[in-house]
């Protein structure tokens, strides 16, 4: 049984490593397309994509350039992971409370209809230049997605399964362990890879107009440089740990959870 | 001695009555059988009864250890394997998953669930396996006591055979007293001992009917020629197939 728990596991983690090579597939068109524009406009304009990796190699070839990649990935983590809490948390309260979700709803508008850029500038005067910037533009930014998945998860849960547990003699507590939050991670996952890409966009664009370092700051010397290789590569090293992050925790962790859609599908293609 | 008591319960939705002055009694070691016709509130009262809903007027009185429950559907976990949620009772008492598993594979055992397909998804069973994780879920705690609500209706005539025969089976070898909930008459004149038929509006228990025998023990053609009399004779079946007009239309 445990072997075959594990077989599986294995079976899963080789196709996940397997489809790699559709995404590669895609990234290469993404590289062609590239290419014919630089072949049109011009080195100036747009660099060819191998001068940017060489840019990029050469970036990252300085240990100084890692630290720089690694400040702005924490922060983004940090604000990923404080702003999931906060959204998971009021979510679940959300969906549980309809008077909470109808209070909710209208501010969910509001934030989400304030564009970032405004709180940066908010966040600026009022935190200075300072990892608060970032973490608290990511938090408003960001949160009220996850929130909008938690709320949505438990207002579809099946509530024939909630009788059932009450059957069985489940209190308030064990149906919110045992099948609200299990319901609510289904819609939970999708809400956090798009916060998590969120994060990172967030994170570069508040360090560039805040001047606090990372790679946004790193951003804003290559425009002050007119380096255009050195802008393209370092929005490359962004997107790289965003992916890192996202392919290497958000979606193993997702895909241990779907493992019963899987099994749905028989044969063919497995997404 | 009763383990199961009903008093003057009564329930409404959106006030509606659907169920008004219910009184019944199950004894230890006995399957009762209620029937009624179509939306007289038969599933509203073994809900109640099994402590799902609270009723609205009324006690429900229980003297037993641990009650199961079978419902119309399987109602699975989706994300869960049949091992898993054979075991979900024992998870909601708090035991330990090594004892938990044993407990369930034996469970699964006494329904004749393949030990092959423990480690599968609900949606890798079929309609009757699915089912049958369903009733073992129901005995895996040992229940004294046990609530169906119209279990077997979706399956097939072949299947819903072999489900009675295994409810009947655990209900000898368990003693467990139980509240079976059908609208099938041959159904409940196979498994119970003792039949109650719900008034059409569900107020109140029209009336009941003890069956000869030991459940298990009766030959088909008894059950069949017991189920013919109610039809035609006693007119306390007499509305058992009608159909209530405000929900069909």
């Not at chain 1, 630089?38 to 350039?65: C, N, Q, W």
């Not at chain 1, 408003?140 to 024939?160: K, M, N, Q, Y």
């Not at chain 2, 009564?10 to 009762?32: K, N």
Request: proline share 4%; charged share 20%; hydrophobic share 50%.
């Amino acid at each position: 049984m445990i072997a075959a728990a594990w077989t599986g596991r294995l079976g899963r983690t080789g196709r996940f490593l397997w489809s790699a090579w559709s995404g590669l597939a895609a990234l290469s068109l993404l590289a062609a397309l590239w290419q014919f524009g630089h072949e049109v406009y011009g080195d100036f304009i747009l660099p060819a994509p191998l001068a940017t990796v060489r840019a990029m190699g050469a970036i990252l070839s300085d240990p100084k350039s890692w630290d720089i990649a690694v400040l702005t990935s924490r922060r983004a983590v940090e604000g990923f992971v404080v702003s999931a809490l906060a959204g998971a948390l009021a979510g679940l309260a959300a969906g549980y409370s309809p008077a909470t979700m109808r209070a909710a709803r209208p501010l969910v508008t509001v934030l989400l209809g304030v564009p970032p850029i405004a709180w940066i500038v908010l966040a600026m005067i009022w935190f200075g230049s300072t990892d608060g910037t970032v973490v608290v533009t990511i938090l408003i930014a960001s949160s009220p997605l996850v929130f909008v998945g938690v709320a949505e998860g438990v207002t579809t849960r099946d509530r024939s399964l909630d009788d059932m547990a009450r059957a069985f003699g489940a209190g308030p507590v064990k149906r919110l362990t045992t099948l609200g939050l299990r319901h609510v991670a289904a819609h939970l996952f999708p809400a956090l890879a798009i916060s998590l890409g969120t994060a990172f966009k967030v994170a570069v664009m508040a360090e560039l107009l805040a001047n606090v370092g990372g790679i946004g700051g790193e951003l804003a010397r290559a425009r002050a440089n007119l380096d255009v290789a050195g802008a393209l590569a370092w929005v490359m090293i962004a997107v790289a740990a965003l992916i890192a992050f996202e392919y290497g925790i958000v979606h193993p962790v997702r895909s241990e959870f779907e493992r019963w859609r899987a099994a749905a599908v028989p044969w063919g293609v497995k997404r | 001695m009763s383990v199961l008591q009903l008093r003057d319960v009564g329930h409404s939705y959106f006030g509606r009555t659907v169920l008004d002055g219910i009184d019944l009694s199950v004894a230890r070691g006995e399957v009762v059988a209620l029937v009624g016709p179509s939306g007289c509130g038969k599933s509203t009262l073994v809900h109640v009864a099994a402590g799902v809903m609270e009723p609205r007027r009324g006690r429900v009185e229980r003297a037993y250890a641990r009650h199961g429950m079978v419902f119309q559907g399987p109602r699975l976990l989706p994300w869960a394997t049949a091992l898993d949620n054979i075991a979900y009772p024992l998870r909601i008492s708090g035991m330990r998953r090594g004892e938990r598993a044993q407990r369930a594979r034996a469970a699964a055992e006494r329904v004749a669930f393949d030990r092959a397909d423990l480690g599968k998804f609900p949606v890798e069973l079929s309609g009757g396996m699915q089912q049958r994780v369903a009733i073992a879920r129901a005995l895996v705690a040992e229940p004294d006591f046990l609530f169906f609500d119209e279990p077997f209706t979706a399956l097939d005539a072949a299947l819903k055979r072999r489900m009675q025969d295994l409810v009947i089976d655990a209900s000898r070898a368990a003693h467990f007293a139980a509240l079976f909930v059908t609208h099938d008459l041959i159904e409940a004149a196979r498994i119970a001992h003792r039949i109650l038929v719900l008034d059409v509006a569900g107020r109140g228990v029209a009336g009941e009917r003890r069956l000869d025998g030991e459940p298990g023990a009766r030959e088909d053609r008894a059950v069949f020629e017991t189920v013919q009399s109610f039809l035609k004779g006693d007119p306390l079946f007499r509305h058992i197939h009608d159909v209530d007009e405000r929900r069909v239309a």
